[in-house]
């Protein structure tokens, strides 16, 4: 392959990846002003209004969670501390609809805890009041739970990476160690606490199962249930594009953070030079308590549940409806994955190759999907698409009377396309971090004895990156495997994965049922959790 033909298909790629974003924009432009004044009057305010609680109440609660725990096992020894470093980041596994999915049916009325409420006190169901999970606090408690080792991760870096003479300093004026925490290593973990908070905001603004399930009303939930419940394809462009609004501020915030954590993270001596202070006694177990909660809400409690529902089900993995199920999601998952770090390998290539703007450019425009909700990408795929079937099926139906039916948007090649824009930028990220170990030098050697493009990124970049290549392969499979918004919107009626599934049967109120097949989707998600894992235990081995 010619690098001229390898940086064209670097184009070919990066468009097809910005192509729903723009689609989704156009339609929602294109619009009638009488629509736009309906969903203005409407429901724009409402979804607004709960959208932003809903993040704030996030964005609350990740950051305290996060930066707290990544304090505490960073700076003191206490009991149990390398065990938690590990464990603070294992609710990345769970989708934060399977998390709904057990905590519905442990605290919901006929759950477990209220009916061992109603038999300890005799009570009846009035005579009581217990807070009610499917709610908006019931959803941001599920996503804080889930996202808040974004943050954790972030700020346990930046303080391991700090200067120990700041902190050095304060504590020799005399200052406590909270105080010298307050006045001076959390505003140098500042900018990384933000980044952190901003992608679990990213996440949350995406989110759409978790909501649904909760019966929320945001901006996720809107764009689906006008598409499919009132059939409103304009309605739900406009609604996707004041998404995709949203969304980019966001993106382009959490940027500017991740540049401001680079800088502050740079220089000095890591805490591990300092002897750490030893909590003992009630302190030492309260730091272990306080660092275990999220851990037990986030991780164990879901998983101790699911695996309840599933055994009470009277369902396995093993019959031959979810075997056919994971088939669709593996192959779905495997196809979407390779194609995608397929893309990022072109685009990388392209980037080390030509430097400059225009391919700096290129990556960030084939980069957007990641800030982008797969709500709006579905819209921005099947509102062109669709309209291109039904004019083929016409065509085909005038001229040789043939029903060509769903030509394009009833294949999984749709949902593929879908996967690529959303995840582009996991892929980029990833081989990109591998791709930063090959030194320049090695390229002007190989092409010193005759090497053409192909043979230069087959026989020395990909060996040298192939860790990472493989990292974001594995990435983008497990994202594929959890997504939902997406894969609801735009999978053919006779093709069904585990997540929307485990979505159905939740939907319906078959929650033991559901457990089946979301606890399979923690077993895939737990697979990139625990390499990171891996990674974490051995950094704090060395330190």
């Known amino acids: ?26 339609a929602a432009l294109g619009g009638d002003l009488t629509t736009w004044r309906d969903v203005l009057s409407s429901v724009l305010p409402r979804y607004t209004i709960t959208t932003l609680i809903l993040v704030c109440i996030v964005a609350f609660g990740t950051a305290v969670i996060g930066t707290g725990s990544a304090w505490l096992v960073t700076v003191y020894k206490f009991p149990g501390v390398r065990w938690l470093e590990v464990a603070l980041a294992l609710p990345l596994a769970f989708p934060a609809y399977v998390m709904a999915y057990a905590y519905t049916d442990l605290l919901d009325h006929p759950g477990a805890v209220q009916s061992l409420l109603r038999d300890l006190t005799g009570w009846g169901p ?65 900018p990384a606490i933000m980044g952190g908070v901003l992608l679990a905001v990213m996440e949350t603004i995406a989110d759409y199962g978790t909501v649904a399930f909760f019966n929320v009303q945001t901006f996720s939930t809107g764009i689906y249930q006008a598409w499919f419940s009132v059939g409103d394809r304009a309605a739900a462009a406009q609604l996707a594009l004041c998404l995709l609004f949203f969304a980019l501020l966001l993106a382009g915030l959490e940027r500017a953070q991740r540049g401001k ?35 037990m809400f986030g991780f164990v409690i879901p998983v101790v549940m699911l695996s309840v529902m599933a055994a009470g089900s009277g369902h396995s993995i093993n019959e031959s409806v979810y075997l056919g199920l994971m088939l669709n999601s593996v192959t779905l998952a495997s196809i979407a994955a390779v194609l995608t770090v397929l893309g990022a390998i072109l685009i990388g290539f392209r980037a080390r190759t030509l430097p400059g703007r225009t391919s700096r450019g290129l990556v960030v425009c084939a980069g957007l999907g990641y800030a982008v909700p797969g709500g709006v990408i579905a819209v921005g795929l099947m509102v062109p698409l669709a309209g291109l079937d039904n004019a083929i099926d016409a065509f085909m139906e005038a001229r040789f009377g043939i029903d060509t039916g769903l030509l394009i948007t009833g294949s999984i090649w749709l949902m593929v396309l879908a996967y690529m824009a959303r995840f582009m930028a996991a892929a980029l990220n990833a081989y990109d971090s591998g791709m930063a170990t090959v030194p320049a030098h090695y390229d002007a050697i190989a092409r010193s004895l005759g090497q053409g493009a192909g043979r230069l990124l087959w026989r020395v970049h990909l060996p040298v990156a192939r860790t990472s290549v493989l990292t974001a392969l594995l990435i983008v499979f497990v994202d594929v495997m959890k997504e939902l918004p997406a894969t609801l919107i735009l999978h053919p009626f006779n093709f069904q994965t585990l997540a929307v599934r485990a979505h159905r049967l939740a939907s319906d109120e078959r929650l ?14 737990l697979i990139p959790v625990l390499i990171l894992c891996r990674a974490l235990g051995r950094e704090s081995a060395r330190g």
Not at 6 to 23: F, G, T
Request: proline residues 6%; contains cysteine.
């Open 261 to 295: 954590a680079q800088r502050a993270g740079r220089g000095g001596a890591r805490f591990e030079v300092l002897a750490k202070p030893e909590l003992k006694g009630w302190k030492g177990w309260g730091a272990f308590a306080l660092c275990m909660v999220p851990v």
């Open 126 to 190: 009035r005579d009581y009041w217990f807070p009610e999970i499917r709610s908006l606090g019931g959803a941001a408690m599920m996503l804080t739970f889930v996202l808040y080792p974004y943050v954790y991760l972030l700020a346990r870096a930046s303080f391991r990476q700090q200067s120990s003479n700041a902190f050095l300093v304060a504590r020799t004026l005399g200052r406590a160690p909270m105080r010298a925490f307050w006045r001076v290593a959390l505003p140098m973990a500042r």
């Open 1 to 26: 392959m010619t690098e001229t033909l390898m940086h064209k298909l670097a184009w070919v790629v990066a468009a097809l990846c910005v192509a729903p974003i723009i689609a989704a924009a156009l």
């Open 512 to 525: 033991a049922e559901a457990a089946v097949p979301s606890l399979t989707l923690v077993a895939f998600g």
